[in-house]
């Protein structure tokens, strides 16, 4: 028995780098995506945020030198390659999956329209939402928290490479420890880094509550899906 009906999440563009440098490792995609069919099969309703972050910043991009906004859309349109390269990997395993761009580039995706997304999720097929919010200094978190949002999921799950939020950066501090809840007010005042604080803002706003796990840990996705209260929760 799955505990959602409806999951917004948000991969970042590193988790589908694996241990690679740079770009798209195919046996990560692979693994991600079979994580994915397993709760599709559960009956659970998915739409993903894809990031951009293993291709382009627009962040290192300004700080090169770069124009920042020029910057940002080659940072949106390295999503666009990452969603083509999710869904494509979703075809070859048997999933249904259906890119919606929020920028336009009719040629090769379909343009965000909500309802339109919404129909495709309500038939079981999952939904990539591509080029973030289609404005320059935003990111794909703030992607996540919108159209998580505005589709009604239940919860965002952000997968990152760690499992949670953790008192202090577990790399550098021995004695950092997981929070497994935390609610969003507490994780302002202890400047906790969940996400960026637009997106924060906006769910917290929204009241819609975070999940941050670990992609790493195998079958982490189908636990949570099941109720496990792994990683951290983020709520009111
Ligand atoms: N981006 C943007 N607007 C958005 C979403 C993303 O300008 O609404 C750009 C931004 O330059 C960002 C890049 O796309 O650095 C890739 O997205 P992000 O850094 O969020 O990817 P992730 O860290 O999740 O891989």
Known sequence: MAAYKRVLLKLSGEALMGDDAFGINPKTIERMVAEIKEIADMGVQIAIVIGGGNIFRGMTGGA???DRAT???MGMMATIMNALALQDAMKQAGVEARVQSALRIDQVVEPYIRPRAMRHLEEGK???FAAGTGNPFFTTDTAAALRG???GAEVVLKATKVDGIYSADPKKDVNATRYTTVSF????????KVMDATAFALCRDQKMPIRVFSIVKEGALKRIVQGSDEGTLVHL
Not at 185 to 192: G, R, T, V
């Open 71 to 73: 910057a940002d859309y």
């Open 126 to 128: 999952i939904v990539i």
């Open 149 to 151: 949002v505005e589709i």
């Open 185 to 192: 007010d507490e994780a302002i005042s202890k400047d906790l």
């Open 64 to 66: 090169a030198g770069m």
